[in-house]
């Protein structure tokens, strides 16, 4: 019976890995074709991009509301000095990373975006060096140079390179090295209690849209003023359509992240790591059935060899885990830089906060 017990338990919970996986895909190649596809009718990413702020706020603010009333418990609201000098900079990094990379849409294909966007880890890589988050050691620099070659073996040759796209999604890879080095000094100073995710979206959503607000009014701004689609709308179905397509993505964006915090709650960071590999796959193999990108041998080699430094990476992180008894959540970013956020959230505030992950994931299974 207890052996019975044992793989009725193991089995559950693979089942329950598997379907939150699923859940994860679903937002985050959700959310890639969806910008790809909207951009195609709707010339204004960076308005977009803005919208979709503004409903994860919502949806961050709705969260933090319903965790307060079940808990009783009150939620971190920080100081104007704290949330200006030390937030700031990390929302202004975010907001330009998610801006570029929405902005690239409108040149590039799918599987171009997902493979440069791959880079990003290199950058992270680079920026916790100089910030000395990480030490320099031979495998870090094999880690660089596969992926480096992997993205140049990628975008060699192809026939569907575009360079303003390109150099839009490479410089926001460049600035989410940033970005993500920012929010692991942000989340490494404790007393200002943002390790929860949802408190750390509702914080940063604000001046993310104040930090991208000056790009979309020199860009976006008077064109968008004189489009038939949003302030000069003749029809208002039409008007309809295209605002619940933008609300969708806010909802796929907040989706996205949600998913990341159960899939991390419920298993582990390296769960999430090998998933997100996986994930890029997919990604490229439905860009090339789905939207007919191109890509050649020669391009499957270089995000195979990109593939194999991030790889790399993850199994590095996983051994020096074990080897120190233990993962350190504060030392260094994984392959995927969006997990670290959500991954501070279920081990540091694991004892301290578990009926709100209860909630969550209550909330998330339903």
Not at 269 to 279: E, N, P
Request: aromatic residues 12%.
């Amino acid at each position: 019976m207890g052996r019975w017990g044992l793989d009725v338990a193991f089995v559950w919970k693979a089942l329950l890995t598997l379907g939150l996986v699923l859940l994860y895909y679903c937002f985050s190649i959700g959310i890639t074709f969806y910008n790809k596809w909207l951009t195609k009718s709707f010339h204004f990413p960076l308005f977009m991009t803005m919208l979709h702020l503004a409903v994860i706020f919502l949806f961050s603010a709705l969260s933090r509301a319903l965790v307060q009333c079940s808990s009783h418990r009150a939620r971190v609201v920080l100081s104007w000095t704290d949330y200006l000098r030390r937030v700031a900079p990390t929302a202004l990094a975010t907001a330009l990373d998610v801006g570029l990379s929405n902005w690239s849409f409108l040149y590039i294909t799918v599987s171009l975006y997902t493979m440069t966007k791959s880079s990003a880890v290199l950058f992270i890589l680079i920026f916790s060096l100089i910030f000395k988050l990480e030490e320099l050691r031979a495998a870090l620099v094999l880690v660089v140079l596969l992926i480096a070659g992997g993205l140049f073996m990628f975008t060699y040759k192809s026939t569907q390179f575009n360079v303003e796209g390109f150099a839009l999604v490479l410089g926001a890879s460049f600035i989410g090295g940033i970005r993500w080095t920012l929010t692991q000094m942000l989340l490494q100073k404790a007393e200002l209690g943002l390790q929860n995710p949802i408190d750390t979206m509702f914080h940063l959503q604000p001046l993310m849209f104040l930090g991208l607000f000056p790009l979309f009014a020199i860009f976006e701004g008077l064109h968008l003023s004189t489009s038939e689609k949003i302030f000069r709308f003749q029809d208002t179905g039409l008007l309809l359509r295209v605002l619940g397509s933008l609300f969708l993505g806010g909802i796929l964006a907040f989706g996205l992240g949600f998913s990341e915090f159960l899939l991390v709650s419920r298993t582990s960071s390296l769960t999430l790591s090998i998933a997100g590999i996986f994930k890029e796959v997919c990604t490229l193999l439905l860009a090339a059935h789905l939207l007919g990108d191109q890509i050649s041998l020669l391009n499957w080699l270089g995000f195979a060899l990109c593939l194999s430094g991030i790889s790399l990476h993850v199994a590095l992180k996983a051994l020096h885990a074990r080897g120190d008894g233990g993962p350190k959540p504060l030392k260094g970013l994984g392959s995927h830089p969006d997990l670290e956020l959500l991954l501070r959230s279920s081990r540091q505030e694991e004892d301290d906060n578990e009926e709100e992950g209860e909630y969550f994931v209550a909330q998330g299974q339903q």
